[in-house]
C-alpha cells in the first residue's frame, strides 16, 4: 500500500477513535451542504433583483425538475461510492482501481446521455409541470442551458463520491467553496454587468461546475494511490458494473420517485392559494438548511460503515451505527427546537405579509420536533446502503414516503380540507419509517465481514 503522505487529506474511518474520526469526516460534508445551499439561494437573489419575478419563477421552479432528471445519476453515484469504500477498507487493490474506472466510465455514459434527454425534452417536461406561459421562454432558456452541462454536473459527483468513499471530504469541500464563489461572481458578471438573460445564470453555473469536476479529476488523476484515475483505463468492467448497479440503482430510484412524489404534494399545497404557496416556500428555504446535520451525518455513515466492512471490523460498524444516529438526532432536534422558536422571524425574513408568515409558521411548528425521527430514518438508510442492501430503503420510503403519504394526503383532505392535512404527512411518514428502520436494525445480522462487493448479502 501507498505510504501515508499519499493518503495525508483523507480521514482514517477504519483506525482510531470512532467519534473523531466520524465527526471530522462529517464536518466538510456539512460545509460543502451549506455552500451547495447558498449556491443555489444566490442564483435566485441575483436573478430576482436583476431579471424580474418571470425570470426568477424560471429558476425558482428549477430545484424539482433538476433533481428529478440527475437524483438518479446522483444516487447511482452515491451506490458506487460505498462500492469503492468497502475496496478500500479491505485493502483490495486491483478491485478498488476495477470499480474506480468502471464508476467514471458509467459517469461520462450517464453524463451525456442526460445531456440529450434534458436539451431535447425540456419544453415537453415543463408543458406537464403546467409552466405559465409568460414563464416559459424563461424556463426554456435556463433548463436547456443547464443540461448542456450536464457532463460536468455529473462528473463532479462522480469524483466528489470517489473522494469521500477514501476518507477525503475536504478536498469536494474545498473545491465547490471555489466553485460557489465562482458562481457569484460569473452571476454578478453576465447579468448585473453584460446584461444577459435567465440563461447567464445557467451558464455561469455550469461554468463553476466544470471548474469543481477538473479540479477533482486533477487530483485524481495525479494521486498515487490505488483510487487514482488513468484516463487508459476508464472502461466498464462487467462484474463491477453489475456490482455497482445492484448498489447504486436502488437509491438512483428513490431519489427520483421521492422528488417526483414531492411535486404531487406541492401541487396540493398549491390549492389553498398564492399566499399558502408562499409560505410553505420560505418554510422550505429555512429548512434546507436545517437538514443540513441530517444528510450529512447519512452520507458519512454509508461511508463509515463500507468501509470498516471491508476492512473486517464489525464492532467498529456497531459503534459508529450507535454513535452516528445518536448525534445525528440530538442535533437535528436541537435544531428543530430553534425552528419552533423563531420560525415567525425566520419566515419573515422571506416575505412580511401576515397571511404568509402564518402559513410558514404553521408548517414549521408542525413538523420541526420530529426532525429527530427525520434523522434517524436518513442515517438507517445510510447504513443500510453502507451494508450492502441499499433496497431496503427504497422499498421502506416509496412506500411510506411516496405512496403512503400521496394517498393519505389525497384521501384525507376529501374529508378535511385544511392545509394542516398536508403537514402532518412529514412527521407521520418519519415516525412509520423510524419504527420500520429501528425493528430491522434491530433483528438483521450485520452481512460477512471482507471485500466483497455490496450488493450480494441478502437483505
Not at 228 to 256: C, E, I
Request: glycine share 10%; charged share 10%.
Amino acid at each position: 500500500m501507498c505510504g501515508t503522505k499519499v493518503y495525508k487529506k483523507s480521514v482514517s474511518l477504519t483506525e482510531g477513535s470512532v467519534a473523531r474520526g466520524m465527526l471530522v469526516f462529517a464536518v466538510p460534508l456539512f460545509f460543502s451542504n451549506l455552500f451547495q445551499q447558498l449556491y443555489n439561494a444566490v442564483d435566485s437573489l441575483i436573478v430576482g433583483n436583476f431579471l424580474g419575478e418571470n425570470a426568477l419563477a424560471a429558476v425558482g421552479s428549477s430545484g424539482s425538475l433538476i433533481f428529478l432528471l440527475t437524483g438518479f445519476v446522483n444516487g447511482v453515484s452515491l451506490g458506487a461510492g460505498v462500492l469503492v469504500a468497502r475496496y478500500y477498507g479491505a485493502k483490495d487493490e486491483s478491485a478498488l482501481r476495477r470499480a474506480v474506472h468502471t464508476t467514471v466510465a458509467l459517469g461520462l455514459t450517464a453524463g451525456l446521455v442526460l445531456t440529450v434527454v434534458g436539451v431535447l425534452l425540456t419544453p415537453q417536461i415543463l408543458r406537464w409541470m403546467g409552466t405559465p406561459a409568460e414563464v416559459m421562454p424563461n424556463s426554456v432558456a435556463y433548463f436547456r442551458m443547464y443540461f448542456l452541462g450536464s457532463l460536468a454536473v455529473v462528473m463532479y459527483n462522480v469524483g466528489a463520491s470517489i473522494l469521500q468513499s477514501v476518507g477525503d471530504s475536504r478536498s469536494p469541500m474545498y473545491y465547490l467553496i471555489t466553485a460557489s464563489v465562482l458562481n457569484v461572481i460569473l452571476d454578478l458578471f453576465f447579468i448585473a454587468g453584460l446584461g444577459m438573460g435567465v440563461g447567464a445564470a445557467a451558464l455561469a453555473t455550469i461554468i463553476s461546475q466544470t471548474v469543481s469536476a477538473v479540479l477533482a479529476f486533477r487530483k485524481l488523476s495525479m494521486t498515487q494511490a490505488p483510487y487514482g484515475v488513468h484516463w487508459r483505463d476508464v472502461r466498464f468492467h462487467g462484474p463491477t458494473l453489475r456490482a455497482v448497479v445492484v448498489q447504486g440503482v436502488p437509491s438512483g430510484v428513490q431519489n427520483s420517485v421521492i422528488s417526483l412524489a414531492n411535486v404531487i404534494v406541492q401541487a396540493n399545497i398549491n390549492s389553498f392559494g398564492a399566499q399558502a404557496m408562499a409560505g410553505c416556500g420560505a418554510y422550505s428555504k429555512v429548512e434546507g438548511f436545517a437538514f443540513l446535520p441530517v444528510t450529512c451525518f447519512a452520507m458519512a455513515l454509508a461511508t463509515f460503515i463500507s468501509q470498516n466492512i471491508g476492512a473486517g471490523k464489525l464492532d467498529r460498524v456497531r459503534h459508529g451505527m450507535r454513535f452516528g444516529i445518536v448525534t445525528s438526532a440530538l442535533l437535528a432536534e436541537g435544531v428543530g427546537v430553534a425552528m419552533f422558536l423563531l420560525a415567525p422571524w425566520l419566515i419573515g425574513a422571506f416575505n412580511s405579509e401576515p397571511e404568509v408568515i402564518a402559513f410558514g409558521v404553521r408548517q414549521a411548528r408542525t413538523v420541526s420536533l420530529f426532525y429527530c425521527v427525520l434523522a434517524f430514518s436518513h442515517c438507517s438508510a445510510g447504513i443500510l446502503r453502507g451494508l450492502g442492501r441499499p433496497m431496503v430503503p427504497m422499498i421502506v420510503m416509496l412506500m411510506v414516503w411516496c405512496a403512503f403519504r400521496i394517498t393519505y394526503i389525497t384521501v384525507t383532505l376529501r374529508f378535511i380540507p385544511h392545509i394542516g392535512v398536508i403537514f402532518w404527512a412529514y412527521p407521520i411518514t418519519w415516525v412509520m419509517t423510524t419504527v420500520i428502520f429501528a425493528w430491522y436494525l434491530t433483528h438483521c445480522p450485520l452481512p460477512s465481514p471482507g471485500g466483497g462487493a455490496p450488493g450480494h448479502h441478502a437483505a
